[in-house]
């Protein structure tokens, strides 16, 4: 089983930019589908953004779309979540999964198809 470590995170201001980690140990990130979700405080968990194992097709929310980048390195085994134009609302502890038993292109929001989380990690963002 694949262990995710996150780092990344803290207190910004609107407008400001922050990069999640996410790097997997054990296995290569390049097997999984790479899954960025958040949960804000009385909220349910939320998928963010989704790359595809072949990192040719993404997924990503409303809220976040032309605002939040995922990329991955695999000389480093580790995905990012690149997060610009941060707004209050983006504030939540954000979790990094990674998606199994998926073709190379699929890119698929419900966290049952994803086995191994993260910590988590809080973003929270000041008006």
């Known amino acids: 089983q694949v262990r995710l470590v996150q780092s990344g995170g803290g207190l910004v201001q609107a407008g400001e930019s922050l990069r999640l980690s996410c790097q997997a140990v054990?296995?290569?990130?390049?097997?999984?589908?790479a899954g960025w979700f958040r949960q804000a405080p009385g909220k349910d968990r939320e998928f963010v953004a989704i790359?595809?194992?072949?990192?040719?097709?993404?997924n990503y929310a409303d809220s976040v779309k032309g605002r939040f980048s995922v990329s991955r390195d695999d000389a480093v085994n580790t995905v990012y979540l690149q997060m610009d134009s941060l707004r209050p609302e983006d504030t939540a502890v954000y979790y990094c999964?990674?998606?199994?038993?998926?073709?190379?292109?699929?890119?698929?929001?419900?966290?049952?198809?994803?086995?191994?989380w993260g910590q988590g990690t809080q973003v929270t963002v000041s008006s």
């Open positions: 999964a990674a998606g199994v038993k998926l073709s190379p292109w699929e890119t698929p929001v419900e966290e049952e198809h994803y086995a191994a």
């Open positions: 054990g296995h290569t990130f390049s097997s999984y589908v």
């Open positions: 790359m595809s194992k072949s990192r040719g097709n993404f």
